[in-house]
């Protein structure tokens, strides 16, 4: 058994865990970072995540300065235009369609997709050019103790780590969340998402589109284009059973069935990945701290995938928390820092729960009367250019972040 002392222990190595170890190694702090799962970093390998992340404007600050982004950037895909449509009508036809083109509110485009395998793998690249920081995969949190100076925890291999500050990234069943006591609001929908990769024969024109139509949105995201044929990522929500049988269906049969409720908008599509199966909640911690703890990241809240918000406002957690200690970096981890964390995270989160809340419960339905009453709120709103930019500088984070 040995014993290790850290200003920062983070909980968890996913891409939230791994993103927090290169921020505050970047910015000098010495950091444990475990995980009892180690990072898989290739695309064909079992168990990769093949979800992609649209990292959103505010995100890029905090890539650059934890160095990661000079290394994403060349397997970046630029996001220029948001298109939002609605295809409720009788056949899945595109009904109503809205534009938001990021040239509107700024000179970037509103964001820019990665491959979570690849984060992972360029993420772990930066760590290991950072001497203050330690990643130790295959090991837990298996207990914590907190006390007033700092947070004892003991890993799964029985290491005992004294850390300033413990950060709990260890998703939304958070172990340390657990450990120190703190509740969350989860709510269930009956819903879960399909995450895969395809190629059409029309190009994205780093378009990103969302399409309504019952069960949840159907979202394609460009991405680089893949041996010579344009690509992009697919996000495709619906009632759980419904989602289980689409996994299940012979590729040909799958391939038809995704054309037809793209409304065929790049031409045919072909699967080029599995078919990942994700299940959706909302959640929300009831506080994003305890004695020596910061909840960041999943382990704090949850959304739908709508409007690439989920990783994104984790960023933001890093960011704020990050900022409060280069501060004061001698009260890194102490009840003063951490209740200012939550005061300027905790609120900013729960309006974004809430309103992906919303919009993921008016995108399921699929009465009649309710569709046509979404496409009449996508023309209506949509279609006015002030509540237009006033909608894109929120949903990109411009405005509301704290
Ligand atoms: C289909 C889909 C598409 C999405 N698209 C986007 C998008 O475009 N943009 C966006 O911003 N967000 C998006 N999101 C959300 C985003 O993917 C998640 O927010 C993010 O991946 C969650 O990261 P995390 O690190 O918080 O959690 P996780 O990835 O769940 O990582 C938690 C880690 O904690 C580890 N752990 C568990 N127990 C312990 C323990 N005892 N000790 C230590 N570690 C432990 C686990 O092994 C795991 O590696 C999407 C989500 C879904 C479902």
């Not at 990643?135 to 004294?162: C, I, M, Q, Y």
């Not at 709510?187 to 990103?208: C, D, M, W």
């Not at 589109?209 to 019952?214: F, G, L, P, V, W």
């Not at 409720?261 to 045919?268: D, E």
């Amino acid at each position: 058994m040995t014993d290790h002392s850290t200003d920062i222990l983070i909980s968890g190595g996913g891409v939230a865990g791994l993103t927090a170890a290169a921020a505050f190694g970047s910015a000098g702090f010495s950091v444990l970072c475990v995980d009892p799962a180690p990072p898989v970093t290739e695309e064909t390998a079992d168990g990769a995540d093949l979800r992609t992340t649209a990292f959103l404007q505010p995100s890029l600050k905090v890539l650059k300065d934890a160095g990661l982004w000079d290394r994403l950037a060349p397997f970046a895909t630029d996001l220029q235009v948001m298109r939002i449509v609605d295809a409720g009508g009788k056949t899945p036809a595109p009904r109503v369609t809205r534009d938001f083109n990021a040239r509107d509110v700024s000179d970037l485009p509103f964001g820019w997709n990665l491959p979570n395998w690849l984060l992972r793998r360029e993420i772990l690249a930066r760590l290991k050019e950072l001497p203050n920081v330690t990643f130790r995969p295959g090991t837990g949190t298996a207990s914590v103790l907190t006390r007033d100076v700092e947070a004892r925890v003991t890993l799964s291999d029985g290491t005992r780590v004294r850390a300033k500050l413990l950060i709990a990234a260890d998703g939304r069943n958070s172990p340390v969340r657990e450990a120190v006591g703190i509740g969350a609001k989860t709510i269930r929908y009956g819903q879960k998402a399909l995450a895969f990769a395809v190629t059409h024969p029309e190009p994205h024109n780093n378009v990103s589109t969302e399409i309504h139509r019952s069960g949840g949105p159907f979202t394609l995201v460009p991405l680089p284009d893949r041996d010579g044929r344009p690509c992009s990522a697919i996000v495709w929500m619906e009632r759980g059973p419904e989602v289980l049988r689409l996994a299940a269906l012979p590729e040909a049969d799958f391939n038809a069935e995704m054309t037809a409720r793209s409304g065929a908008l790049y031409g045919p599509l072909k699967l080029e990945t599995r078919r990942t199966v994700w299940p959706i909640i909302s959640q929300i911690a009831h506080r994003m701290w305890a004695e020596r703890t910061a909840l960041i990241a999943e382990a704090a809240h949850v959304v739908p995938p709508i409007g690439a918000q989920g990783l994104n406002m984790s960023l933001a957690d890093i960011r704020v928390l990050l900022e409060l200690s280069r501060a004061a970096p001698a009260d890194i981890g102490n009840d003063r820092m951490l209740d200012l964390y939550h005061r300027r995270r905790h609120p900013e989160v729960a309006a974004r729960v809430a309103g992906i809340d919303i919009l993921n419960r008016t995108s399921m339905r699929g009465e009649r009367i309710a569709r046509d009453l979404r496409a009449a709120g996508i023309a209506g709103l949509y279609g006015l250019p002030p509540v237009r930019k006033t909608l894109m500088r929120a949903g990109m984070g411009v405005r509301l972040s704290a």
